[in-house]
């Protein structure tokens, strides 16, 4: 519970639980929200949805990735395949790839 149920929020917040950078609850338009904070642009890793004004993880083995989720860039052990997904170094050759459990 706030001591002071009138400090004002964040300037980065729309809405908030406290005065800090890091207690958004809701940011303002054309910021994103990432760990309690309200970002400009998303960290790598991430890609910021506008509807949902949220910094969405990147699909698996994505580096960077465009605001509809589309790889840019993959991570250092992962390269693009035929279809522009990020896959494990080593599986090129698949088109898409199943793990096979050994338990």
Same mark, same amino acid.
């Given at each position: 519970m706030l001591s002071n149920p009138c400090a004002s929020?964040?300037?980065s917040c729309l809405t908030c639980n406290g005065s800090s950078e890091s207690q958004c609850i809701t940011c303002r338009s054309g910021r994103f929200s990432y760990e309690g904070k309200c970002l400009n642009s998303c960290p790598d890793? =991430? =890609?910021?949805?506008?509807?949902?004004?949220e910094c969405m993880a990147c699909p698996t083995g994505c580096a960077t990735c465009s605001n509809n989720g589309f790889c840019l860039t993959c991570k250092g052990n992962w390269m693009k395949n035929k279809k522009n997904r990020c &896959?494990?170094?080593?599986?090129?050759?698949?088109?898409?790839?199943?793990? &096979?459990s050994m338990f």
């Open positions: 929020c964040h300037p890793g =991430y =890609y910021g949805d506008k509807k949902r004004q &896959i494990a170094s080593g599986s090129e050759n698949c088109d898409e790839c199943k793990w &096979i």
